[in-house]
């Protein structure tokens, strides 16, 4: 039976780098569920079963076989039966008398995405690159590019089958007339990079994989070269199989994909400040705020201010910038700006014009920070030293009214504190907490 494709692809593109001037961003489908073959509808089957089809969803989800290590993962095999959503069978037509139906399972995914984030292990959100697949093939002495048009291949059946068990969208060269011009069999086989890297321009994928898969003896073995970004890898792979063959190479591009893209939470949650300009109405910034919290990267978001068509975001990461970044680049419905030359949330004087944008205030007006945005020419604008003065002296002076009040009524204060190093007092900056990184975005939607 042909499995159902999990992934579909999302019309969205974005900048990448040289020699990849847009990517498409893919949307892998059916994260948490699993068809496995089984014998019979016998209760002892069935929890086999779930074990062997938890296993590859954790590694799916988490996008690296190392989540099956974690203890708090091994102690979940023995309860798996508590992760399962539901689940059905479908008769098969088989010759193999062990594989008689397909269990097909569903596992609930905020357990899943828990467990993981337990086991401290890396999680892969459901946004994930494209990779193009350039492989000859070499059996019998005879040689044939794997390709993605209507011409059946077995063999591109089966990494495709081994790419939706990792969760991997793939593609295949065409092979078509403008292919066989920019590329030949002999390229692929040598791993050229630099004909394969341009003749992968049409195909706008994220990351490349390329070169030969030869039959030797009993066994098999392949010759590939990974590329992503400007990064290449070489992998030399051998086993005794075409289908263990295939099984390694996607586990290995699995696990280099996910070096890059996936997510570890941290102990310590990261926080900056995301100001997110050409949000016009509500139903942008709802649709803004739903593809935020989509990112697996992402812990939480709240609003800050809003002015115009700016909002600006508390953003709390579960990893690193770098892997909200990352995440970020695989569409196109953010883009990276630069900081503004006027601050868009400084406040202006009562009645020198509305620049609230009224939609979204209407429906937070007893949510974030609404401030007036500066006027383009600048001529409303507020000097921020002075609001930060001013904002010092009323501390100071609520401080001295709690001194006198503690005074007042007898309470004794701490005496200053003073450095153990030449007596010297301690600077109030010293335990000042850094500010958070801001980051600018136009969002595209």
Not at 221 to 230: L, S
Not at 427 to 432: G, V, Y
């Amino acid at each position: 039976m042909i499995k159902k494709a999990i992934y579909r692809t999302i019309f969205t593109l974005f900048t990448l780098g040289i020699g990849f001037p847009v990517a498409w961003a893919v949307e892998v489908e059916n994260l948490y569920q699993v068809e496995v073959a089984v014998k019979d509808q016998s209760q002892s089957a069935r929890w086999k079963a779930a074990v062997t089809g938890f296993k590859e969803i954790m590694v799916r989800r988490s996008g690296s076989e190392q989540v099956l290590s974690a203890h708090e993962v091994q102690k979940a095999y023995s309860k798996v039966t508590a992760y399962l959503q539901r689940f059905e069978y479908e008769a098969i037509e088989s010759d193999d008398p062990e594989q008689v139906f397909n269990l097909v399972l569903h596992y609930e995914p905020r357990l899943i995405d828990q467990l993981i984030q337990e086991a401290g292990m890396p999680i892969w959100s459901s946004n994930r690159p494209l990779t193009i697949m350039w492989f000859v093939v070499e059996e019998s002495l005879q040689r044939q590019v794997l390709k993605g048009n209507e011409e059946v291949q077995p063999q591109v059946e089966m990494l495709r089958s081994e790419a939706r068990r990792r969760g991997l969208p793939v593609i295949f060269p065409l092979m078509d007339l403008e292919d066989q011009v920019n590329i030949s069999q002999s390229d692929i086989w040598g791993r050229f990079s630099m004909p394969i890297a341009e003749a992968s321009q049409r195909y706008a994928a994220d990351a490349i994989i390329f070169g030969r898969i030869a039959q030797l003896g009993e066994g098999w073995e392949a010759r590939v070269t990974y590329y992503n970004e400007g990064e290449e890898e070489s992998l030399d792979l051998n086993e005794s199989s075409i289908e263990l063959l295939y099984a390694s190479l996607t586990n290995h591009l699995a696990e280099m994909l996910c070096t890059k893209y996936c997510v570890v939470e941290q102990l310590q949650t990261n926080q900056l400040l995301m100001q997110v300009s050409n949000v016009g109405s509500f139903a942008a910034y709802k649709s803004l705020q739903k593809y935020l919290d989509g990112l697996s990267s992402v812990r939480s978001i709240e609003v800050s201010r809003i002015a115009s068509n700016h909002v600006e975001l508390k953003v709390s990461l579960l990893g690193e910038l770098i892997n909200l970044q990352e995440e970020i680049r695989l569409s196109n419905d953010l883009i990276e700006e630069t900081a503004p030359q006027i601050n868009p949330f400084a406040v202006k004087k009562a009645g020198e014009g509305d620049f609230i944008n009224p939609e979204i205030a209407a429906q937070l007006k007893d949510g974030p920070l609404i401030e007036d945005s500066a006027l383009i020419d600048g001529s409303s604008q507020i000097d921020g030293s002075s609001l930060i003065e001013e904002e010092q002296a009323n501390a100071n002076q609520t401080k001295t009214e709690q001194q006198e009040q503690n005074a007042e009524a007898g309470l004794e204060l701490p005496a200053p504190v003073e450095s153990i190093a030449d007596n010297e007092q301690v600077s109030a900056t010293d335990n000042t907490e850094a500010p958070p990184q801001i980051v600018y975005y136009r969002w595209q939607r």
